[in-house]
C-alpha cells in the first residue's frame, strides 16, 4: 500500500484502471455492434462470454474489480482535492485555462456509475440468476431477443443515450489524459492523445446508435 | 480609469476575513496592478485607514514574491506574465476586479492577500539540490557535455519562479506543476543523476505531506504559469517517480 499513498501513484493507478475499461468498452462495443447486421453473430459472441470458463471466471471479476477500483479511487481523490482548498474563491473563471469535462470528471462519472446501476438491473443480474440461481440450460439463441426487448421502452433507450453521452464526456477528458498520467508525454503523444479524442466520441457514438437502433427496427 | 475594487481583508491568520469594496478614480493605463494598489494603499493611508497588504519584491516577474487571484485567475488574465506585470490597460473604465489571496489548504492566509508559501520551500528542502564539491576544486558545468535539447528543457524548468500560480489555478490545489519543475531541471543533467531517486521520492512525499490535492490533468496550471512551464515536467516527474519506485 506503500505506493499507492502517493498522489502520483493514486494518479497512476486511476489512469491504469481506466485504460483497462477503455479496452473493455472496445470489446463490449464491438460484439454489440453485430446485433445491429446479424443476430447469429452477436448470440455466438454472447454465449461464447457467458459460458466460457476463463471469461467468467476470471475476467469478468477482474472487470468488476477494476470498475470499483476506479470509481472508489475517484471519490477518495475528488475528497482529498476538495479538502487541499478548504476556502473557496469568491471568482474563480475555471473557462480561462481548463475545459468543462476536465473539471467536473466526478460528475461525469456519478451519471456512468448510476447507468451501471441500471445496466446491472437490465442484463447482468438477471444473466446471473438465469445460469447460477435458477440453474437454467444454457440456451445459445436466448441474447438477441433479450436485448431487443430491452429497449423497446422509450424511456431505458433515452436513459442509455443520455448516459453514453456523459460516457463520451468523461472518456474525452480521461482516456487522453491517462497518457500524461502514466508519464508518456513524447513525439507520438499527440497523435495517440488525438486518437483517444476520437475514440472518446466514436465508440460512445455507436453504443447510441446500436440503442436507437434496436428501439426504432423493433 | 474609474475601478471598484473587491478585495480580500483579513486582519491576521486567525481571524474571520471578508471582502470589502473600494472605490478607486485616476489609474492610468500605463500603471501595473501593483502600482494600482499602491495607490490605494495612499488613499487609504491619508483617510487614517489600514493599507491593503500584498506581497511584492522585484517587480519585473522573475522573484515569485507577487501572487493575487484577480478576476478568478493567478496573476490576472494576461498570460506568461506576473501581477507585478500586469498593466492596467488589460482592463476598462468601470470595470469592477475581484481581489483574492491565492486560496490553497497549503498555502494559508497570513494577512489580506499575503499567503504563507513556505510549503514551497519545504519541498525545494527535500531535494531540489545537487551535491557538488564547493571547495575550491569544482569541477566547471560547462566540462560536461550536455544534450542541447536537455539542456534547453533543464533550463526551461529552471526558470519557475515558485510564485504558486499553479496550485492557485489548479481546482484541486495541486502542486505538481512545480514539484516537477524542480524535479525536471536536475533530472535532465549528468550532475543531478546522483540523488534522482531520492530527490523524486523525497519532493514528492513532501508535496503530500503539505497537503496539496492530486493532479487531474485539467491543464489549468500550464495555461497559468507566468513562466509557461510545461505539462511535460508532470509527465517526466511521473516516469522519475515509477522508475525511482521500481529501484526501491
Not at chain 1, 68 to 74: L, N, Y
Not at chain 1, 85 to 98: D, E, F, H, L, T
Not at chain 1, 171 to 179: K, Q
Request: aromatic share 12%; hydrophobic share 40%.
Amino acid at each position: 500500500m506503500g505506493i499507492i499513498s502517493s498522489s502520483i501513484a493514486r494518479k497512476v493507478a486511476m489512469a491504469l484502471s481506466g485504460l483497462f475499461l477503455v479496452l473493455f468498452l472496445g470489446q463490449h462495443f464491438t460484439i454489440n455492434l453485430t446485433s445491429t447486421f446479424s443476430p447469429e453473430t452477436f448470440n455466438e459472441f454472447s454465449h461464447f462470454m457467458g459460458t466460457n470458463f476463463l471469461v467468467q471466471a476470471i475476467l469478468q471479476p477482474v472487470l468488476i474489480f477494476g470498475v470499483i477500483f476506479h470509481f472508489v479511487m475517484g471519490f477518495i481523490l475528488e475528497i482529498r482535492n476538495r479538502s487541499a482548498r478548504q476556502i473557496s474563491y469568491v471568482s474563480y473563471k475555471g473557462s480561462a485555462n481548463s475545459s468543462w469535462v476536465s473539471r467536473n470528471m466526478i460528475y461525469s462519472g456519478i451519471v456512468i456509475l448510476a447507468f451501471l446501476g441500471l445496466h446491472f438491473y437490465d442484463f447482468w443480474f438477471p444473466e446471473i440468476a438465469y445460469k447460477y440461481i435458477e440453474g437454467n440450460p444454457a440456451d445459445a439463441t436466448r441474447y438477441y431477443g433479450e436485448l431487443v426487448e430491452k429497449f423497446h421502452s422509450p424511456v431505458r433507450t433515452g436513459l442509455y443515450v443520455l448516459s453514453f453521452i456523459f460516457l463520451a464526456l468523461h472518456l474525452y477528458h480521461g482516456f487522453a489524459s491517462s497518457f500524461q498520467s502514466v508519464g508518456f508525454n513524447n513525439k507520438y503523444a499527440t497523435a495517440l492523445k488525438k486518437f483517444a479524442k476520437v475514440y472518446a466520441i466514436v465508440i460512445p457514438a455507436g453504443f447510441i446508435f446500436i440503442a436507437l437502433f434496436h428501439h426504432f427496427n423493433h | 480609469m474609474k475601478l471598484t475594487l473587491k478585495i480580500w481583508r483579513q486582519e491576521n491568520a486567525k481571524a474571520k476575513g471578508a471582502m470589502k469594496t473600494y472605490q478607486i478614480d485616476g489609474i492610468e493605463g500605463d500603471m501595473s496592478f501593483l502600482e494600482m494598489l499602491d495607490v490605494l494603499n495612499e488613499e487609504l493611508i491619508n483617510k487614517g485607514e489600514v493599507p491593503v497588504e500584498f506581497d511584492h519584491d522585484c517587480r519585473e516577474g522573475i522573484c515569485g514574491s507577487c501572487s493575487l487571484q484577480i478576476n478568478g485567475e493567478p496573476h490576472g488574465p494576461d498570460r506568461l506574465v506576473t501581477t507585478c506585470q500586469l498593466h492596467m490597460r488589460k482592463f476598462n473604465d468601470g470595470d469592477t476586479i475581484v481581489i483574492e489571496p491565492f486560496r490553497a489548504t497549503a498555502f494559508p492566509v497570513v494577512t489580506d492577500l499575503i499567503v504563507d508559501r513556505t510549503a514551497f520551500d519545504r519541498i525545494q528542502h527535500a531535494g531540489g539540490y545537487i551535491s557538488v564539491n564547493t571547495s575550491g576544486n569544482t569541477i566547471d558545468a560547462n566540462s560536461i557535455p550536455v544534450n542541447k535539447h536537455d539542456a534547453d528543457d533543464s533550463f526551461n524548468a529552471a526558470t519557475c519562479i515558485g510564485c504558486g500560480a499553479c496550485v492557485a489555478a489548479c481546482k484541486n490545489a495541486s502542486a505538481m506543476l512545480f514539484t516537477s519543475a524542480k524535479v525536471s531541471q536536475y533530472a535532465l543533467l549528468p550532475q543531478g543523476q546522483v540523488e534522482a531517486v531520492e530527490r523524486v521520492e523525497n519532493m514528492v512525499r513532501q508535496m503530500d505531506l503539505e497537503g496539496f490535492g492530486n493532479c487531474t490533468n485539467t491543464g489549468a496550471c500550464e495555461i497559468e504559469c507566468p513562466k509557461g512551464i510545461s505539462l511535460e515536467n508532470i509527465a517526466r516527474m511521473n516516469r522519475e517517480y515509477l522508475s525511482a519506485t521500481s529501484k526501491g
